[in-house]
């Protein structure tokens, strides 16, 4: 399969598994930027990725300065309950820094159908 290359960017691809031609996920991340980490996630409900991203100050690697960026196309098909107890444990809770972006295919406007994706996605820091 032929994706397309951009000058200057690094691709990180999921593809579907069963040959439909619709869905899967392609990332592009500038080359100057640092990817610590990443993973093309196999769940059943979603295509996924996951990259780790580290910035630097003066020249020096901090762990403080990272992001996460969760890049997700979740079939219109799935259950949105098991997308949602899937994208949990795509979630590190210790990461404080997390994009999550793709299609999810949910309506998030209508709370019965939303209800279980946006009790995994909202996070509210009480302290």
């Given at each position: 399969?032929?994706?397309?290359?951009?000058?200057?960017?690094?691709?990180?691809?999921?593809?579907?598994?069963?040959?439909?031609?619709?869905?899967?996920?392609?990332?592009?991340?500038?080359?100057?930027?640092?990817?610590?980490?990443?993973?093309?996630?196999?769940?059943?409900?979603?295509?996924?990725?996951?990259?780790?991203?580290?910035?630097?100050?003066?020249g020096?690697?901090?762990?403080?300065?990272?992001?996460?960026?969760?890049?997700?196309?979740?079939?219109?098909?799935?259950?949105?309950?098991?997308?949602?107890?899937?994208?949990?444990?795509?979630?590190?809770?210790?990461?404080?820094?997390?994009?999550?972006?793709?299609?999810?295919?949910?309506?998030?406007l209508?709370?019965?159908?939303?209800?279980?994706y946006?009790?995994?996605?909202?996070?509210?820091?009480?302290?």
């Amino acid at each position: 399969m032929t994706f397309f290359a951009l000058n200057g960017y690094k691709a990180f691809i999921n593809t579907r598994k069963d040959g439909r031609r619709s869905d899967g996920v392609i990332l592009y991340v500038r080359e100057n930027l640092h990817v610590t980490h990443h993973q093309v996630l196999d769940v059943t409900s979603a295509n996924v990725i996951k990259i780790n991203l580290q910035f630097t100050s003066n020249g020096q690697s901090n762990p403080n300065n990272s992001i996460t960026v969760i890049l997700v196309y979740r079939d219109c098909n799935s259950r949105i309950a098991d997308f949602a107890i899937e994208l949990e444990r795509i979630i590190d809770i210790n990461v404080s820094n997390v994009i999550i972006l793709g299609d999810v295919n949910i309506n998030i406007l209508n709370e019965n159908e939303s209800a279980d994706y946006l009790n995994t996605v909202i996070y509210v820091d009480t302290e």
